[in-house]
């Protein structure tokens, strides 16, 4: 035991039982492919939660995604909001 109010213990061991199905990705626009959905020209990461279906946390990781990739731009704030487009022209890794 670790704390002396809760009983939580520490996980000893962790194995690998099973592999999903693969995915390449080799563009910023395979990334594109992942998002199901329509999302409006100018959107923030809960566009994105509410096309996928999944928490807004995670969204925001897709969204950080789809930024360093290059396939998406940020283009200002509202709030505290950020909002981002798809980028135009060549991503990163087509100009490699």
């Not at 213990?9 to 563009?27: K, N, Y």
Request: glycine share 8%; aromatic share 6%; proline share 4%.
């Amino acid at each position: 035991r670790r704390r002396w109010r809760r009983r939580d213990h520490v996980v000893a061991d962790q194995r690998l039982v099973a592999v999903g199905p693969r995915v390449e990705l080799a563009t910023a626009d395979d990334l594109w492919q992942l998002v199901p959905g329509t999302l409006p020209e100018v959107f923030h990461s809960g566009d994105v939660a509410e096309a996928t279906g999944l928490a807004r946390w995670v969204a925001q990781r897709i969204v950080f995604c789809l930024r360093e990739m290059g396939a998406a731009e940020a283009v200002g704030k509202h709030g505290n909001t950020r909002l981002y487009r798809r980028a135009a022209g060549p991503t990163r890794d087509a100009a490699a």
